[in-house]
């Protein structure tokens, strides 16, 4: 893609989960001058598959931004093959999630070198340089955190709930297992707190962006960061584009709409980018502090994802040069 | 292929490194009576990659029996791919040992097992089971012991050694590593013990059969076994049909002959089925109290390698019998 509107020059933080993150920053890591991009990865919907430690969003991120992903199903490798998961079948091995057969090369990396010692921060940025990725990705953190979901037909691992039982039971909760012992990954506190702007992608904000702002630290780095935080609405019209984000907002007693973005969020956002149709929010965001930009946000191509990934910094600029004239 | 000639009835004990015993037992184990074939394998040649545990023999074996194996190179499983190797060259991994993606998915199956507490002969076992292995597939030892090989160029492991460098550097030593803390795996004393014939496939004498006798107690429970052994020659008119088995008996002063496979398994060898091209060596043999038997031992075919292997367990029986006149 030729890049002719002018580069962002400021540094930008994003908050990603996988997909609908992948998307957002297949538009916008080419608008951005080269080292200016850092990405902190929710790490919480990490599992074991096979003995191989699977990190979902990592892999989506780094696939999408070294142009190895798959561009329909979102997630895994363009043209891999599955047979290494087919002869793990012949074995009586679970299969429900697909991990191809160059897939594989990335969970067998990623274990061998955790094994002998070195961080998911260490091994990713390994993986990132040996893809060719220049844009900064680090894992929310090192430590192990797990979503967990009680569902209505019991406690589910998030690969569980969401692949193997697709997402069909009734949430009834969701917790971070391990949260209390997790420390952001190296980087990550300093990175919130240089940025010129935080964005956090149109991900699920119960199991993408809520398990980075659990991680100890991340929340407070956030609050005391000099830039502010503008969200991207993974809404429209109170549906997901994808995933089953308005059902969990139902199960916290909130209408899936972007006022309950702004709930969720609360003291950390100061803008919100929605969907035109959406618009009809903004008088009551902006009632509560909340600054909005609306446009189109469904993410169908690279250039409507920069037109998304713009808005959002525009709208952060914006915010920025207001509280300089607040300050001033 | 259909079995005309009657089974074999008597309990036979193959000792078995990977393709030339592979090669005998494709032919012969279709000719026994079910239940009545042990083979017992060397694991010496195992080795960690890609934090993946490989058995090389024990997967020849496997794949052979289950009509898997890819019947021209010998090893991997017929028409497997190489996709998840080609991702790891990506990441900067050495590639050297070829891992097809469904041959993958057999290292990760036995890892997460023997990560998980199981012994290998137990995984062995699941393996040969998931597979439809009717014959029952020991490995030597569940204990690691590693094949490592001086050369000239240095000290080298033995996929280093063959896979790596193609056997080219020459030979000084050969020893077994962890030998001394190896024990032998569940079965195998007492499958030596009960047997009525115990053959040596054609396979090489230090790297494959050797490290089989080295475990300790194998060697006494031949020598204690009721059976005769019978080894099946690995060369042919001074040459092996596959491997350095010929350079190893000229690193250790034998010249390679059959003469070479009477000195080196010395007490426990009661007969031997050479070539008919060796079988002017025959005379000597019988000399040193070894009986022999030949026939054209190249196993072109699964029925040339029936023919191998009747021959050697016709050889044992009579060896059985002669005993049987000797004690009455």
Redesign the interface.
Known sequence: MSVRRPLHRGRVVVLAGGVGAARLLRGLAPRMAPGRLTVIVNTADDDVF???NVSPDVDTILYTLSGLSDPLRGWG?DG??F??????G????DTWFQL???????H??R??HL?EGRTLGEVTA??AR??GVRVRVLPMSDQPVRTVVETSGGRRSFQEYLVRDRAREAVRSISYAGIRAARPSAGVVAAIAEADAIVFAPSNPFVSIGPILAVPGIRQALRRAQAPVVAISPLIGGRPVKGPADRMMRAHGLPPSPLALAEIYADLLSGLVVDTSDRAFAARLEARGVAVAHLDILMRSPMRAAAVGDAALRLAASLQRRRGRLAG
């Open positions: 096979h003995g191989l490798i891999d093959t047979a290494a998961l087919g002869a793990l012949r074995y009586g091995e191809g057969d160059r897939d594989l090369a990335t067998l990396f274990t061998r094994r390994m993986q040996a893809l």
